[in-house]
């Protein structure tokens, strides 16, 4: 796409497209996603998501002026699928690890888009409503806001970090999670006690872990650490 703003009040068609649907930014992004999740990066141009909502592409200007305002829109979707479905619990560190895991679980769902979307900020309601609940968790539980913003960026950033690299890992072709399997088992499922001590006493359980994402784990010390650092009193 390539910069055309169109005025707020134009950007609704009613008019159904070609395929009998009537054009919405819902279903231009859920379109886009199903498109990134097939092609990757390249299906997030005119010609396809014209060609796959049987609309001319130009009416897509009616609602994202170019491209990268389409991709903070599918961002914020996989934000938002995250929070579907959520209920607090009043347990500050139950919520947040339920936070975490529907961050994670989310982008993993979506690994094509994750690659384009993980890092960016939207500043669309979805996102919106993430930070609003995160802070407003650990403000609750008692956290003073200095502490709070510090612990939400680092808790955000590590759930991002890990939901970006999984992600790539499910992106990849079928062939590479198996190669990188016959490395450990090739390459470090030989070393032995006397070259590389640690690893080789170590190394059932280290191949093993290595096929499944750090993130729970990651995200435990995290809160163990978030616990440590909360005043005394409030809910624990």
């Not at 009613?14 to 859920?30: M, N």
């Not at 990651?218 to 624990?236: F, I, N, R, T, Y």
């Amino acid at each position: 796409m390539t910069e055309r703003v169109v005025p707020e009040g134009r950007r609704q068609r009613r008019r159904p497209t070609k395929q009998g649907a009537v054009l919405s930014e819902e279903l231009i992004v859920r379109t886009a996603l199903n498109l990134i999740g097939r092609h990757g990066a390249e299906a997030l141009s005119v010609r396809r998501l014209g060609a796959a909502l049987g609309a001319d592409p130009s009416a897509l200007y009616r609602y994202f002026r170019n491209t990268d305002a389409l991709l903070l829109a599918v961002a914020d979707e996989l934000i938002g699928r995250a929070q579907q479905g959520w209920t607090p619990t009043g347990y500050w560190r139950a919520d947040l690890r339920a936070i975490g895991l529907r961050i994670h679980d989310s982008y993993r769902s979506n690994p094509q888009a994750a690659l384009l979307a993980a890092h960016r900020t939207t500043g669309r309601p979805h996102e919106m409503r993430a930070v609003e609940t995160i802070l407003g968790v650990l403000r609750e539980a008692g956290f003073p806001d200095g502490l709070a913003v510090r612990i939400y960026h680092a808790f955000v950033d590590q759930a991002l970090a890990f939901a970006a690299q999984d992600a790539a890992a499910l992106a990849l072709p079928p062939a590479a999670p198996a190669a990188d399997n016959e490395v450990w088992q090739e390459a470090y499922g030989r070393l032995t006690p006397d070259t590389h001590p640690h690893i080789a006493a170590a190394f059932p359980l280290l191949a093993a872990d290595m096929r499944v994402s750090g993130y729970p784990f990651a995200l435990e010390l995290m809160l163990d650490a978030v616990a440590a650092l909360k005043p005394a009193s409030g809910e624990g």
